[in-house]
């Protein structure tokens, strides 16, 4: 069994949130050059559940955000400027991504790492 499950957010963005608690860290992903959130880190979304994975405890305590941009649509700053954005809605207090009233994970109310 999976020790995370997976939360679609806007932008095609998306999260992996383990089902144990308490968890005070988020990790951010964000692919490269002509990359997706979803393609680029797919393996890596498997491997921390395996029982032999480096630091799997340290993942199982972590909720990982898997940022999606389009790469070659738009300038670097419009990218920097978005990324920015999203970032200062997940930390320190991540139910800012989501919208009033929609239904949300058990996220923890704030962050103390960000990564």
Known sequence: MS???ALQLSHNCFALFPRQQPRTRAVV???GWGG???ATWTDFQTIIDETDAPDRDWWAE???YFYNYESRR???AEHAKA???FLDALFPEP???FPPGSA???VPDHYEELY
Do not use: N, T
């Open 3 to 5: 020790r995370h499950f």
């Open 29 to 31: 992903f964000v692919h």
């Open 36 to 38: 997706s959130a979803a």
């Open 62 to 64: 972590s909720d990982l």
């Open 74 to 76: 738009y300038s670097i």
């Open 83 to 85: 990324l920015l954005q």
């Open 95 to 97: 139910r800012k991504l």
């Open 104 to 106: 949300q994970p058990a």
